[in-house]
């Protein structure tokens, strides 16, 4: 009887360290918030002569990433396309490059509805809000994951601040899928 409790007594220790060990290598997502304010650099748009005042933006805007993430610090570019129809509504969507060098490079991918209401002087008010992901990453973002809601401020008539709120993996962490 007590070579049997001598073992069950092994083999519950060796099964508490590998367990242990097991949660102690994995990293959960935790909350984060950056933002963003960006100034364009590029930009190719498309009105429409149909009077509905409709137009696609293509643009190009730099700026340098601030808060609670991995990516703060960093310089972001936006690579966007934004369809929109002022008054009534739109689609912008595109690539958010966020980089700390030449070879720590983090790509998300973001979409947003806009959404005129009327405002308290009765002109419309923009809301855009949406969704982002990290959908690749590079050098010390290599492994990164994270997906959140995308808020898209005016800042000026040129100028955007774009808030990211949600949960973030860091790179390297073990995740079991």
Known sequence: MRCHESRYAVCLAVAAATLLGATAS??????MKIE???SPKEQIRLDFADGSKHFVLMVKREGKATGQSPLAGTTVTEYGRHDIVPG??????????FAAGDSDVAYVKWSVRAVFI???DGRPVLLDN??????????????LQGAGTLHIKTVSPTD???????EMVPSG???KK
């Open 118 to 120: 009327p405002g308290p």
């Open 173 to 175: 962490a073990n995740i």
């Open 26 to 31: 994995v990293t959960f997502a935790a909350p």
């Open 130 to 143: 949406g969704v982002w992901e990290v959908v690749g990453a590079t050098g010390k973002f290599k492994g």
């Open 160 to 166: 955007r601040n774009f808030i990211l709120e949600g």
């Open 36 to 38: 963003a304010v960006m």
């Open 88 to 97: 009534v509504g739109g689609d912008p969507s595109g690539y958010l490059v």
